[in-house]
C-alpha cells in the first residue's frame, strides 16, 4: 500500500464509521427489524452485516429468514430514527477535524436517507458541524455513494480540481466512490469493514482510523 502524503485542498468525508460510532444504531434497528416480522436478532455480527449488504445491494437472504419486504422499511426507519441520538463521537475525532479543517476545506457526504439538516444538528451537538462546508445525505442526489454525483456537486461548488480532492472513509462504498471520480482514496478501519474487504478496492491508502489521516497529508 502506498504511502505517499497528499496534499488535498478537498477532504470528503463519511460519517457512520469515520466520524461517529453507530454500532449500537445498527443493533438496535436489527432488533427492531426482527421483531417486526416475529424474530429475535440472536446474533450481533448480523445486525453488523445488514447496512454492510444494504450499502452494497446485497440481497439480505443470508441474513435474514423472513418477510423482507416488511423488514427492510421498518430496519430503516429505525436506523435513521435511532442514529442522531445514538451515534457517539469516535475517540480523538473532534481534534482531528479541527487540524484538517486547517488543511482542507472539508465536505461530509452520507448515505443516511435523511434530511442533512438532521445530520448537521447531530454534528452540531458534537461541536464539529461549524468546520464543514458542506454537508450531503443520501436525500442530497439522485444517486448516492457509490456514484460519484455529490463529489462532482461540491467540487463545482468549491472551485478546486479533482486532482486536489481526497475521500476518506470506512467503507468499500467510500472507496469505489472516490474512484468513481477520480480522486485519491483513503480506507479507514473504524467502522464495519474489514482490512481484507478494504484492501481489495485497492485505495490510496488503508490507516487505522481518522485520527492518522493528518500525518499523511502535507
Known amino acids: 500500500m502506498r504511502t505517499t502524503k497528499f496534499g488535498p485542498k478537498c477532504i470528503f468525508l463519511d460519517l457512520d464509521g469515520t466520524i461517529v460510532d453507530s454500532r449500537q444504531a445498527c443493533i438496535e434497528a436489527a432488533r427492531i427489524g426482527f421483531q417486526a416480522i416475529g424474530q429475535e436478532l440472536l446474533d450481533v455480527r448480523i445486525a453488523f452485516e445488514i447496512p454492510k449488504h444494504m450499502e452494497q445491494g446485497l440481497a439480505l437472504d443470508d441474513l435474514v429468514c423472513g418477510d423482507l419486504d416488511k423488514f427492510k422499511p421498518i430496519y430503516l426507519q429505525a436506523y435513521h430514527a435511532l442514529t442522531e441520538g445514538k451515534t457517539k463521537l469516535l475517540p480523538n475525532v473532534l481534534k482531528t477535524i479541527e487540524v484538517l479543517s486547517l488543511k482542507a476545506k472539508l465536505a461530509l457526504i452520507t448515505m443516511r436517507h435523511v434530511p442533512n439538516q438532521s445530520v448537521i444538528r447531530e454534528l452540531d451537538c458534537f461541536g464539529i458541524g461549524r468546520y464543514f462546508s458542506s454537508v450531503m445525505t443520501g436525500l442530497d442526489t ?17 472551485n478546486v480540481e479533482i486532482v486536489d480532492c481526497l475521500i476518506a472513509g470506512d467503507s468499500v462504498s467510500d472507496i469505489r466512490t472516490g474512484k468513481a471520480a477520480g480522486i485519491k482514496t483513503v480506507g479507514l478501519l473504524s467502522g464495519l469493514y474489514s482490512y481484507e474487504e478494504l484492501v481489495k478496492e485497492e485505495p490510496d491508502l488503508i490507516l487505522f482510523d481518522l485520527t492518522k489521516l493528518p ?3 502535507y
Open 142 to 158: 439522485l444517486n448516492p455513494k457509490p456514484s460519484p454525483e455529490a463529489i462532482f456537486r461540491c467540487i463545482e461548488k468549491f
Open 215 to 217: 500525518s499523511a497529508i
